[in-house]
Nanobody, 116 residues
Framework: VQLVESGGGLVQAGGSLRLSCEVSGRTFSSYVMGWFRQAPGKQRELVASITSGGGTNYVDSMKGRFTISRDNAKNTVFLQMNSLKPEDTGVYYC???????????WGQGTQVTVSS
């Protein structure tokens, strides 16, 4: 299984970025997908997740600013990030969660830097 993120970069506070994660090697549509963030000096944390049926879940601090979505035909999950803040800076990872398991498969991460 391979997960490849893209779309990170440097953006000013208040700006937007759209992250993408393309999955290969699995039947993508069957799995829960998640986006995680690791800020400098902090532990990796779940940002948002989406089920195979499109149900979504967000960390409270991201609600209303971030939107997770998926395109099963393209084996891709997205994270639209709006109204970015400097504290959103970090490496963003996508991950795949097989049934009855944890997030077992991870991408390499993409850096997001929000300047004030």
């Amino acid at each position: 299984v391979q997960l490849v993120e893209s779309g990170g970069g440097l953006v000013q506070a208040g700006g937007s970025l759209r992250l993408s994660c393309e999955v290969s090697g699995r039947t993508f549509s069957s799995y829960v997908m998640g986006w995680f963030r690791q800020a400098p000096g902090k532990q990796r944390e779940l940002v948002a997740s989406i089920t195979s049926g499109g149900g979504t879940n967000y960390v409270d601090s991201m609600k209303g600013r971030f939107t997770i979505s998926r395109d099963n035909a393209k084996n891709t999950v997205f994270l639209q990030m709006n109204s970015l803040k400097p504290e959103d800076t970090g490496v963003y990872y996508c991950a795949l969660k097989p049934p009855a398991s944890g997030y077992d498969y991870w991408g390499q991460g993409t850096q997001v830097t929000v300047s004030s």
